[in-house]
């Protein structure tokens, strides 16, 4: 955890005795500490054997000393230098197709060359990030706007994000999929439909030898398994070695 987040912050969310507002977004209470750390661990696990950790809280908001907009550790941060720390890969591709700008893992690897982290997000958004003029030599932003759908996103994932990763030669790509650009998500106003997902996750496990996912948003219960079914169908039918 501290690889990514402050001592003091940890410390704080252990200590929370009773139902607490962190932000606007963001409620914990005494048993969250051990609810995002297994959230972590199940992130950290999914980098380990290329996996999918199906876990929640979600943590792509959540920056080194705050917790933001439903996540209070940042669990695709934690995996990534996780990886480098005890698996030994030295370059890692963050992939995030969640609808919102993951602002917390972007600012963590921001000075970093080692971590490239690439989004795909509906910008003007929630939480604001992620612009089109925001981004270095390791970090890509690909607004995109209202109501884009299928099309539009397979022409920015093949034109700038697999470009940008495939340039970078990224040992591990760890995927921060969540299913809130869906059309059936009350969240967002993008309009993926389940094919997308299929889609992305195929030509993501192409990107690099090695590949895990981590689960963000998704809000739409009644959709949510099937669009994870498709994801994991798409990772499968790759060339990557999500198991
Ligand atoms: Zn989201």
């Known amino acids: ?4 987040h402050t001592e003091e912050y940890v410390e704080r ?18 048993t969250s500490f051990e609810a995002a750390l297994l959230s972590a661990g199940a992130a950290m696990a999914a980098a380990d054997r290329g996996g999918f950790a199906l876990a929640r809280p979600p943590g792509h908001h959540a920056l080194a000393d705050r917790a933001m907009g439903f996540c209070l ?9 996780h990886a480098q720390a005890e698996l030994g890969l ?19 690897f921001w000075d970093d060359p080692t971590v490239l982290y690439a989004s795909l997000h509906e910008w003007p958004f929630y939480p604001g990030t992620g612009g089109p003029s925001e981004g270095n030599e390791t970090t890509v ?9 299928d099309a539009e996103y397979q022409r920015a994932f093949a034109d700038v994000v697999e470009p940008a990763i495939r340039g970078f030669g990224p040992d591990l790509v760890l995927v921060s999929a969540g299913f809130d650009a869906h059309e059936a998500d009350p969240l967002a106003d993008i309009r993926l439909t389940d094919s997308a997902f299929a889609w992305m996750a195929e030509r993501a496990g192409t990107l690099a030898p090695r590949i895990g996912a981590v689960l963000e948003g998704g809000y739409n219960i009644e959709t949510l398994p099937r669009l994870v079914a498709a994801a994991l169908e798409g990772f499968q039918n790759s060339d990557g070695r999500l198991s």
């Open 1 to 4: 955890m501290l690889r990514c």
């Open 13 to 30: 969310i252990r200590r929370i005795a009773e139902p607490t507002w962190l932000d606007g977004d963001t409620f914990a209470s005494e």
């Open 73 to 81: 550790f940042n669990n695709v941060a934690i995996a990534a230098r």
């Open 90 to 108: 030295d370059r890692i591709a963050v992939l995030d197709w969640d609808v919102h700008h993951g602002n917390g893992t972007q600012a963590i």
């Open 141 to 149: 932003n690909v607004p995109m706007a209202a109501l884009s759908g």
